[in-house]
């Protein structure tokens, strides 16, 4: 027994038989990295201290992917064990071999720069005409400050939201959908964590994370360019609630910049 469940922007998701987790792409070129995802997770896991997919292939046309179902609920409240697990995690994440994990399906950090690039791109064309004067200002000086490489590349999650952390019991249940995991930025797996997660769950996690400044500093600009996304999202499948949601959050974000 099949049941559609809410999904991602990439992939529709099922609960089959109230065991397993069924995705499919909802685009042709999400295809390649959920394929990617499969090869890169099976590496991955028994490296990690939190669990996270174990996914296989169970159809190739169309492809469908399976793994057991991690059973929890959004990250919305928490304690500091939870950001000292995160933190935990985080850590071991972002020390394992960028060269190997590219090679097991992540993308690697030629590709990963080329599509911030055009995403960058795009959010000048298209985001920042739709802004007033004061905000746009300050969105572009956030945009520009993408141009400069970070000082360090690490394997990134690249989607660390509320969402994709399950809590069950006080505890971390496991970190989902990898679809976007590159090699980049490190501070951008920081970014909802230290600036939108409850305030003892940031705290802990930078203590045990170890973060400096300038990872700080990093980790609040990705965090501001979060919304950028879901508006370009919008306007990918054409759906006005998208834009005017993500050009709120933009607006948001950027005065409290200031």
Known sequence: MEQLIDSGWDSRAWIVDGTWLDREPRRPEVTDRLRAEVSLLTWLAPQLPLSVPKPMIVRDEPLRVR??????????????????????????????????????????????????SREIDRMRREVLPLLDVDAAVAGARLLDGFAAPPPSLALVHADLGPH?????????????????????????????????????????????????????????????????????????????DYVASGLAGVRKRLTEEG
């Open 67 to 116: 793994h057991r179902v991690l059973v929890g609920e959004p990250l919305a409240d928490g304690s500091p064990t939870i950001g000292t697990a995160l933190g935990t995690f985080l850590r071991a994440l972002h020390t394992v071999s960028p060269a190997e994990a590219a090679r097991q399906g992540a993308l690697d950090t030629a590709a990963a720069e080329r599509q911030l």
């Open 164 to 240: 994709h952390i399950l809590i069950s019991d006080g505890a971390v249940a496991g970190v989902i959908d990898w679809t976007d995991a590159r090699i980049g930025d490190p501070a951008l797996d920081l970014a909802w964590l230290l600036f939108g997660a409850p305030t003892p769950v940031a705290a802990a996690i930078a203590e045990t994370y170890g973060v400096e400044d300038s990872t700080r500093r990093r980790a609040r600009a990705w965090h501001l360019l979060g919304p950028w996304h879901e508006v370009l999202y919008g306007f990918d499948i054409g759906d006005d």
